[in-house]
């Protein structure tokens, strides 16, 4: 058996190691691997094939010391199992990719304190810029990235005042939105599912200020889980077993509060209507399918990018503050095919209020 070299004891492999095995000068296979603009491609292959054979690996500290630029991307999302999520960092990724970027990707897991650790670990590694799934709570954290000069953007939510750049909607307007839809269905029964963190609790804010009086709640804890929305939906029913209706915190609760249903005998829609948020993939695939409010992730993360992009490029921004709204999507967990049903002012909603 070969004895492992410790790895104090490796030698690295240089540029100049480079060089000398592709049979070209320093300045060459420099120029091959950093600024392939300048040289032919026949000589940019035979670089990249004496790299890959001596395992030579560029230094990017050195050249980000020399450009003031780390070429990275710092993403802080609060769970990465939260699949509304995804398509956020997908897109940013995938576009920040395309101009010579690279994500850094960071889970904060709903901890403040943890947040304010990331968020000065990542300044400290000198990113060229943060991208945020919700707002920075912190006074001081906010004034520390302002200080910096680390391009900003807080996303999934709005705010006044950002900290620099925000790109999200009005979670109490969600809530809000739900309660009129319910409402308009004539459902006066109805309870609400909702994780502990802070953009559920607002959506439930929402929910409750337009309701107009109190509904059971149930309150888990957060990320969502589908075992957290079965539970979810045992609580509402020890409240009141003759719900009509339940607005869940997430999809991933919906999900758990299908099941449950199911598994108590309980007909969606005919007993018991179920409305979710984020539209997960799974929530038009579900049976019944998941009436819920639909936020595009995606272009959260192609904005987000692209106010990233400009900022580094040193250009001014002109819309610092992006409401994308959203939309209720009504599927058959809320109402069965075949009834008639009264239209829903806001159904397909882009935030209509200012």
């Known amino acids: 058996m070969k004895a492992l070299i410790p790895a104090t004891d490796r030698k690295t492999a240089t540029l100049h190691d480079v060089a000398r095995v592709a049979g070209v000068s320093l300045i060459t296979a420099s120029r091959a691997l950093s600024n392939p603009g300048l040289v032919s491609a026949k000589t940019i292959a035979r670089v990249k094939q004496a790299a890959a054979a001596t395992g030579y690996v560029p230094n990017r500290v050195a050249g980000s010391l020399k450009s003031r630029r780390s070429m990275t991307v710092a993403c802080l999302v609060p769970s990465i199992s939260v699949a509304q999520f995804l398509p956020t960092v997908q897109v940013l990724t995938e576009r920040l990719h395309a101009a010579g970027y690279q994500v850094i990707l960071g889970q904060i897991g709903y901890d403040h304190a943890k947040e304010e650790d990331l968020i000065d670990t990542m300044l400290g590694r000198r990113v060229d810029g943060i991208v945020m799934a919700g707002l920075i709570r912190s006074s001081a954290v906010r004034q520390r990235v302002t200080q910096s000069g680390t391009p900003l953007v807080e996303t999934w939510e709005l705010s006044d005042w950002?900290?620099?750049?925000?790109?999200?909607?009005?979670?109490?307007?969600?809530?809000?939105?739900?309660?009129?839809?319910?409402?308009?269905?004539?459902?006066?029964?109805?309870?609400?599912?909702?994780?502990?963190?802070?953009?559920?609790?607002?959506?439930?804010?929402?929910?409750?200020?337009?309701?107009?009086?109190?509904?059971?709640?149930?309150?888990?804890?957060?990320?969502?889980?589908?075992?957290?929305?079965?539970?979810?939906?045992?609580?509402?029913?020890?409240?009141?077993?003759?719900?009509?209706?339940?607005?869940?915190?997430?999809?991933?609760?919906?999900?758990?509060?299908?099941?449950?249903?199911?598994?108590?005998?309980?007909?969606?829609?005919?007993?018991?209507?179920?409305?979710?948020?984020?539209?997960?993939?799974?929530?038009?695939?579900?049976?019944?399918?998941?009436?819920?409010?639909?936020?595009?992730?995606?272009?959260?993360?192609?904005?987000?990018?692209?106010?990233?992009?400009?900022?580094?490029?040193?250009?001014?921004?002109?819309?610092?503050v992006v409401d994308l709204g959203f939309r209720i999507v009504e599927r058959a967990s809320t109402h069965t095919p075949d009834e008639a049903r009264p239209p829903v002012p806001g159904l397909s909603l882009k935030d209509p209020s200012p």
């Open 162 to 320: 950002p900290a620099d750049m925000v790109v999200g909607f009005s979670h109490l307007k969600v809530g809000s939105a739900v309660a009129g839809y319910f409402l308009a269905r004539g459902w006066q029964r109805v309870g609400i599912a909702t994780g502990d963190d802070r953009r559920a609790g607002m959506r439930r804010e929402g929910f409750l200020a337009a309701w107009g009086r109190p509904v059971p709640t149930a309150t888990v804890p957060a990320p969502s889980r589908l075992e957290l929305g079965r539970q979810a939906l045992r609580e509402l029913l020890a409240q009141d077993a003759r719900l009509q209706a339940v607005f869940c915190s997430s999809d991933q609760l919906a999900l758990g509060v299908l099941v449950e249903a199911a598994a108590q005998g309980l007909h969606v829609p005919g007993q018991l209507a179920v409305c979710g948020f984020g539209d997960a993939d799974f929530a038009a695939h579900t049976e019944p399918s998941l009436t819920t409010v639909q936020v595009d992730g995606a272009t959260i993360g192609r904005r987000a990018a692209e106010l990233i992009l400009e900022r580094c490029r040193g250009a001014a921004v002109a819309e610092p």
